[in-house]
């Protein structure tokens, strides 16, 4: 068998492992693999084809953890609108409790709204900032 058809086993082998685990970082590494087949088609040396895979690799591993990284947007999962929906949503509170709870009606269930610190509780509209379990932060609209 010829050198390019190891690599693109390897490449598939790389794949299948992404498949199984569901980390981005092994389609990298395929992606240098790949680049390797690549290099192996060309006719480069083994020594050769090794540099270029593992320099691609390393590139585009290095280029995911930068492009992750600078995506994140450094809040909690419970406060990240990008990740919880209710974050933004608006909620009516009639009538706040003496522990600084109150029951609101949000999609189609009643939940337990607490104020964020700092806010005074008041009947009205309020904007919901962050889920804690199943109790909805919320500050004034």
């Keep these: 068998m010829e050198a390019s058809t190891w690599w693109w086993i390897l490449a598939g082998m790389a794949v299948v492992a992404e498949l199984l685990t ?5 389609l990298m590494i395929c992606l240098g693999l790949a680049s390797g087949a690549v290099a192996a088609h060309l006719g480069l040396s083994m020594p050769l084809q090794i540099v270029v895979a593992a320099v691609v690799g390393v590139l585009c591993v290095v280029v995911a953890r930068r492009v992750r990284r600078a995506r994140s947007s450094g809040l909690p999962a419970s406060a990240d609108p990008a990740m919880n929906l209710d974050i933004g949503e608006t909620v009516t509170v009639h009538q706040w409790e003496a522990d600084g ?16 610190a700092g806010s005074m509780p008041a009947p009205g509209q309020y904007r919901v900032v962050e889920l804690q379990g199943n109790r909805l932060v919320v500050d004034k609209a």
Excluded: H, S
């Design 22 to 26: 569901g980390t981005i970082y092994l």
């Design 101 to 116: 709870t109150a029951r609101v009606a949000y999609r189609g269930a009643q939940w337990t709204a607490v104020l964020r």
